[in-house]
């Protein structure tokens, strides 16, 4: 029996010329104004013109299959789509029903929320029933061995030439604060891989911040990590680490929202500014995502 695997991601512009087609996507449909894309637009050019996430979950599919092959070799072929850009969610699926039994589908983030998550598996399910096969949707893996053991290691390294006065903030994506009262997981998740990790790295001194809440009428979840750098600025704090625990690669989140716009905020309270290295396709996270889905 063959096990199709989809993985999945947001997705990106494929160049600067994509840029309004993909906002206007994530607007659902509606097209930003001229100085929303504008803004968007010195986002992108900031950190070089291009996101690198494309590239980044070409190679963390790879891996994937690598890890799968060596495991339990031709019993997985993996496919990747992305809610937001070429390949699309459903011509991955497509493309994985059409030679495979069954299917599995993970997104590339470890936290389940029915805001994120759960709308990359309802259009994975969707996609699946029209193509008739079954699939079967990983809701979160966030505190998988393997995947805490690596983030574990990046912040040891990354704490390394730092004095005990570092404060490391683990991060992910904001969500809106109305998941709170829906019971969503994902606050607590977030919590629960912070707790994880910094018990394996041996970490006392931390908290849990959010970024790139995206700038809409309703409160989003906080606090944001710049208010939390000036906290720990604050508390006597003279370094920082930020571990986004709720990434796997680099892309415009890391790039900008943390090594520009969260750098420049620690840097203005004279706090010394640490990101702990991206995993993007660490063999450890590519074992671990296999580990996730052979026990589907």
């Not at 031709?74 to 070429?86: E, N, Y």
């Not at 520009?260 to 640490?274: I, M, N």
């Amino acid at each position: 029996m063959t096990t199709g695997v989809v993985l999945m991601s947001y997705g990106s512009p494929s160049g600067p010329e994509d840029l309004e087609r993909y906002y206007t996507d994530i607007r659902r449909g509606r097209p930003p104004s001229p100085e929303q894309l504008d803004e968007l637009r010195a986002r992108y050019e900031a950190i070089g013109g291009i996101s690198p996430l494309a590239e980044r979950t070409r190679a963390q599919a790879a891996g994937v299959q690598r890890a799968l092959d060596a495991a339990a070799p031709g019993r997985f072929r993996v496919w990747s789509g992305a809610k937001h850009s070429a390949p699309s969610i459903e011509d991955a699926v497509a493309e994985a029903a059409a030679g495979a039994d069954r299917l599995v589908a993970l997104v590339l983030a470890p936290h389940y929320s029915a805001l994120s998550v759960g709308e990359y598996m309802e259009r994975a399910e969707a996609a699946a029933h029209g193509a008739g096969v079954e699939v079967r949707g990983v809701r979160s893996w966030h505190l998988e061995a393997g995947f805490v053991g690596a983030l574990a290691d990046r912040l040891t390294s990354a704490l390394a030439p730092l004095s005990g006065e570092a404060h490391t903030l683990f991060t992910a994506h904001s969500l809106p604060s109305r998941l709170v009262g829906m019971g969503d997981p994902y606050p607590d998740q977030l919590a629960e891989t912070a707790a994880a990790v910094a018990a394996r790295a041996g970490v006392s001194r931390w908290s849990v911040a959010w970024q790139s809440a995206a700038r809409t009428p309703e409160p989003w979840l906080g606090p944001d990590v710049v208010e939390a750098i000036g906290a720990a600025a604050d508390e006597g704090a003279r370094a920082v680490v930020v571990c986004p625990a709720g990434f796997t690669s680099d892309h415009l989140e890391i790039l900008y929202d943390l090594d520009v716009v969260a750098r420049e905020a620690a840097e203005k309270r004279g706090l010394r500014f640490v990101r702990t290295a991206s995993l993007n396709d660490d063999p450890a996270l590519c074992q671990a995502l296999a580990r996730v889905i052979m026990g589907q």
